[in-house]
T-cell receptor
Framework: EAGVAQSPRYKIIEKRQSVAFWCNPI?????LYWYQQILGQGPKLLIQ????????DSQLPKDRFSAERLKGVDSTLKIQPAKLEDSAVYLC????????????FGNGTRLTVT | GDSVTQMEGPVTLSEEAFLTINCTYT??????LFWYVQYPGEGLQLLLK?????DKGSNKGFEATYRKETTSFHLEKGSVQVSDSAVYFC???????????FGTGTRLTIIP
């Protein structure tokens, strides 16, 4: 089966610019996650979708980050405006139903904010 | 809150050495525990898991036992290979919750 697809693979922007990341989960996976992985730290959940509804966005900095999954399939994560501390790898993951279902991760997008 | 503490790296071992990466957790109730691995240039992959006390997860020669009395889930392998070089993450999923919490990761390098 095809894995979780993410693009772009790398992105370099200046602070205060905006950026968007795209994720296409594994076909049939209802639950989609966006994680932020800062260098030297473990991934931190930003937002979780169940189909096209938000389940948990408690750690999403909503003043600058937004995410959507309009048709319950692929998803975009946007940062506007970016700050230096947003430099990280942004990981998308999907699972069949959430809960104890294993998460399948994409290769991530490495963002550098200068 | 729930948290995972991992052995700090980096860890460098010779091929065929015995590996232990320590992981302890803090959680209420009975979480599920996981080890994920991230090979260079790739995404995170589930390595093994255990969902209740005394369960042993195993995969690719790696093992970890869920120890409730010591709140630990240490990763072990009897004889490591160069291909095991990667970053290893311990993670927990609280019971009744879908929020996976990761440790900081341990970078493992195996030299021939």
């Amino acid at each position: 089966e095809a894995g979780v697809a993410q693009s772009p693979r790398y992105k370099i922007i200046e602070k205060r610019q905006s950026v968007a990341f795209w994720c296409n989960p594994i076909s049939g996976h209802a639950t989609l996650y966006w994680y932020q992985q800062i260098l030297g730290q473990g991934p931190k959940l930003l937002i979780q979708f169940q189909n096209n509804g938000v389940v948990d966005d408690s750690q999403l900095p909503k003043d600058r980050f937004s995410a959507e999954r309009l048709k319950g399939v692929d998803s975009t994560l946007k940062i506007q405006p970016a700050k230096l501390e947003d430099s990280a790898v942004y990981l998308c993951a999907s699972s069949v139903t959430g809960g104890n279902s294993p998460l399948h991760f994409g290769n991530g997008t490495r963002l550098t904010v200068t | 809150g729930d948290s995972v503490t991992q052995m700090e790296g980096p860890v460098t071992l010779s091929e065929e050495a015995f590996l232990t990466i320590n992981c302890t957790y803090t959680a209420t109730g009975y979480p599920s525990l996981f080890w994920y691995v991230q090979y260079p240039g790739e995404g995170l992959q589930l390595l093994l898991k255990a969902t209740k006390a005394d369960d042993k997860g195993s995969n690719k020669g790696f093992e970890a036992t869920y120890r409730k009395e010591t709140t630990s889930f240490h990763l072990e392998k009897g004889s490591v290979q160069v291909s095991d070089s990667a970053v290893y993450f311990c993670a927990l999923l609280p019971f009744g919750n879908e929020k996976l919490t990761f440790g900081t990761g341990t970078r493992l390098t195996i030299i021939p």
